[in-house]
């Protein structure tokens, strides 16, 4: 079938296929061969679902391509949806057109936004509604004629579009439908067709309008793979799995490409298989591979512990064992080898600790476990856990990130609006928000700049009510802005107080030292948008399930596989609809078929039996019955649900302790 795929000339081809059949591996192959073929690089775009995705592709077709067309690989466009919206939204010609700059908010910057729509007087219930509903068509690209709005929602549509574009910004579920509705306009017609050939990789997890502008920036050829069973919300809030399944059905010629033999761990596949059996998977996009019968409790196991501390500190000493005793192994394998190696054979034998990937459900989880393996000896990275942070802004000592980043913000670029909103609603229950309004009011009944206005809170007092409050705020920004322009590196970042925030740990790992404001800011902006791994191959890396999208690895230690965890606890709430249940069940075992496929050699789900109540009620897990031991209050809890669906399939499970004891590494 891979022959079939890399014959393929015509216009539109789509792959689908089972997980782990080869689906990437055919677009790093075709994309190798474009280029074999003499292709520009640099029109040849592909699309992954995130950032992590992005990389793992890009690191993956240098490693496939000759040593001479490795230069051509890394010129290749690789990029996610949402970027390559806003490279064409960031035209000249599609400012002018849109009226609008693509200044994406991060979820954090997004916290104010939502305070200042508050503003209108709405309910909390019904502003959430309206703006979900209005995500939710934007993202489905449906025509703005077709949409059920009333006067409110057109009234709050009109706010919206007034504070965004007054601040600069843009909010990154309208960017793809702008950009395909700019790159179907007269106006827009000379960035269509950009690109000689377009691939996109887990076409499944895009939202419509970014499928629609991928498909738009095709000169000869696109090529979509996937498989609507592994759709993950982490390219958009709304993907749109109909666009995979329908994309042969839709559109004349499409060539459509099969692959139903998956080449992962026999007993992960036959798991996987399990799972596509419930809720809303079809079982159409499992492998054909035969059931194993030959079963490996090394490689392939469910481990019960006691507490979460055991669990943590036993099950990182066990990953300490194994690595080691990897390495160990290998060493003796070469030792034993007669005939002379390549360098490239000793690089691929190498036992890498990046290959090794620890699955966590939240960042309390994602500390312990760094904590922990730190403790160890490893080098640790938990980019694929924390993403972009949030905090509470009416607090600044509950969110020391956001302060940080906006003080970088403003010392990258002073006159940034969407920054001098955080700014100025920092530390105050309310945001600001009703004097950031009175404030977006006075400039626009002044002709003014926004930013202008904000300028003359400083001199002026008697512009609004309480005005002098944002003045105050304002000429506190300017003085941080003069005492610490000219700063580089790791001393801008002490002085914007963020040398020990974990957030910014994957920024201090990629800098040299003498990057300055500017640079600064737009490396952690792609931080915070699209992360990625550290360029280290001795670091292990902590992730939640959604971010294994796209990657593999050698080893897979899933933690606190619990109800309440894996699924979310809303898949248990009595007071939930079924609909809701139901959703929730659905998108969490989509994230855990995509995260236990992920394994190449070891899968071990871990998850313990009780809790302090405590920990357990405030980190949502469910709770069976609690119970009191010596005095203390105890949350019982149990495996996670698809455990259980998958049955026959599951693995073993097997107690801690005898677990370390029958595999202790010799």
């Known amino acids: 079938m891979m022959e079939d795929i890399l014959a393929f000339t015509g216009r539109m081809a789509k792959i689908e296929g089972a997980p782990r059949s080869g689906k990437t591996e055919a677009i790093i192959r075709y994309t190798a061969q474009l280029l074999a073929q003499g292709t520009d690089p640099q029109k040849i775009l592909v699309v992954a679902s995130n950032g992590f995705s992005v990389q793992a592709l890009r690191d993956r077709l240098v490693s496939f391509v000759p040593e001479d067309q490795k230069d051509a690989a890394q010129h290749v466009h690789i990029t996610t949806a949402l970027e390559e919206c806003v490279r064409v939204l960031n035209t000249k010609d599609a400012r002018e057109s849109t009226g609008r700059i693509p200044r994406l908010l991060?979820?954090?910057?997004?916290?104010?936004?939502?305070e200042d729509i508050r503003t209108t007087g709405e309910t909390n219930r019904k502003l959430r509604n309206m703006v979900s509903?209005?995500?939710?068509?934007?993202?489905?690209?449906?025509?703005?004629?077709?949409?059920?709005?009333?006067?409110?929602?057109?009234?709050?549509?009109?706010?919206?579009?007034?504070?965004?574009?007054?601040?600069?910004?843009?909010?990154?579920?309208?960017?793809?439908?702008?950009?395909a509705d700019f790159l179907k306009s007269d106006a827009g017609s000379a960035y269509a067709k950009h690109y000689d050939v377009v691939l996109c990789d887990d076409f499944q997890n895009l939202s419509h309008a970014q499928q629609v502008s991928m498909c738009l920036l095709a000169k000869d050829r696109v090529i979509v793979a996937g498989n609507p069973n592994e759709t993950l919300q982490i390219a958009c809030r709304h993907p749109y799995p109909q666009g995979f399944t329908e994309f042969d059905t839709l559109r004349r010629g499409v060539e459509v490409f099969k692959l139903q033999q998956s080449f992962g761990d026999a007993q992960i596949i036959a798991m996987a298989n399990a799972l596509a059996h419930h809720g809303d998977m079809n079982p159409a996009y499992a492998s054909t591979n035969e059931a194993?019968?030959?079963?490996?409790?090394?490689?392939?196991?469910?481990?019960?512990?006691?507490?979460?501390?055991?669990?943590?500190?036993?099950l990182t000493k066990y990953i300490r064992l194994v690595l080691d005793g990897d390495k160990d192994r290998t060493d003796i394998d070469k030792k034993l080898h007669r005939a002379p190696k390549t360098e490239s054979d000793e690089q691929q034998e190498e036992i890498f600790e990046g290959r090794t990937c620890v699955v966590v459900p939240n960042k309390t989880w994602a500390l312990m476990a760094k904590n922990l393996l730190e403790k160890r000896g490893?080098?640790?990275?938990?980019?694929?856990?924390?993403g972009q942070f949030t905090g509470d802004p009416r607090d600044t000592n509950r969110a020391r990130a956001l302060v940080a980043y906006t003080k970088l913000a403003l010392l990258a670029h002073p006159q940034?609006?969407?920054?001098?909103?955080?700014?100025?609603?920092?530390?105050?229950?309310?945001?600001?928000?009703?004097?950031?309004?009175?404030?977006?009011n006075y400039a626009q009944e002044h002709e003014m700049d926004l930013y202008d206005a904000l300028s003359h809170t400083m001199s002026d007092?008697?512009?609004?009510?309480?005005?002098?409050?944002?003045?105050?705020?304002?000429e506190e920004g300017q003085?941080?802005?003069?005492?610490?322009?000219?700063?580089?590196?790791?001393?801008?970042?002490?002085?914007?107080?963020?040398?020990?925030?974990?957030?910014?740990?994957?920024?201090?790992?990629?800098?040299?030292?003498?990057?300055?404001?500017?640079?600064?800011?737009?490396?952690?902006?792609?931080?915070?948008?699209?992360?990625?791994?550290?360029?280290?191959?001795?670091?292990?890396?902590?992730?939640?399930?959604?971010?294994?999208?796209?990657?593999?690895?050698?080893?897979?230690?899933?933690?606190?596989?619990?109800?309440?965890?894996?699924?979310?606890?809303?898949?248990?709430?009595?007071?939930?609809t079924d609909e809701t249940r139901d959703r929730i069940l659905n998108e969490d075992r989509r994230k855990f078929l995509c995260a236990i496929s992920k394994a190449n050699k070891r899968l071990?789900?871990?998850?313990?039996?009780?809790?302090?109540?405590?920990?357990?009620?405030?980190?949502?897990?469910?709770?069976?019955?609690?119970?009191?031991?010596?005095g203390k209050r105890i949350a019982l809890t149990r495996p996670s649900h698809y455990l259980e669906e998958a049955g026959n399939a599951a693995p073993s499970t097997i107690g801690g302790q005898a677990f370390l004891g029958k595999f202790e590494i010799e």
């Open 292 to 314: 194993p019968t030959n079963l490996n409790d090394q490689t392939f196991c469910a481990v019960k512990w006691a507490t979460p501390e055991e669990e943590a500190n036993e």
């Open 378 to 386: 490893f080098e640790v990275s938990c980019a694929g856990a924390f």
């Open 461 to 474: 007092s008697s512009m609004f009510l309480r005005s002098e409050e944002l003045g105050k705020r304002f």
């Open 133 to 179: 509903y209005f995500y939710h068509e934007m993202e489905n690209y449906t025509p703005f004629d077709d949409w059920m709005v009333g006067v409110p929602e057109k009234n709050l549509l009109k706010i919206i579009r007034t504070i965004l574009t007054s601040r600069n910004a843009m909010l990154p579920s309208e960017a793809p439908m702008l950009a």
């Open 106 to 114: 991060t979820r954090a910057e997004y916290l104010f936004f939502l």
């Open 604 to 630: 071990i789900i871990s998850f313990f039996r009780r809790s302090n109540l405590e920990l357990a009620a405030r980190t949502n897990m469910q709770i069976v019955r609690v119970k009191s031991e010596d």
């Open 416 to 440: 940034d609006l969407t920054s001098w909103r955080s700014w100025c609603g920092f530390n105050d229950h309310l945001t600001r928000s009703n004097f950031w309004l009175s404030l977006q």
């Open 479 to 576: 003085e941080f802005i003069k005492h610490n322009t000219g700063r580089h590196g790791f001393d801008l970042l002490r002085a914007v107080g963020a040398l020990d925030l974990i957030e910014f740990e994957p920024l201090q790992q990629r800098i040299v030292g003498d990057e300055n404001a500017e640079q600064m800011f737009d490396l952690m902006r792609r931080e915070i948008m699209a992360p990625t791994w550290p360029m280290n191959p001795h670091a292990i890396h902590i992730s939640t399930m959604e971010n294994l999208s796209g990657c593999e690895y050698d080893n897979v230690f899933f933690m606190a596989a619990i109800d309440g965890f894996v699924p979310r606890q809303g898949a248990f709430e009595v007071v939930s």
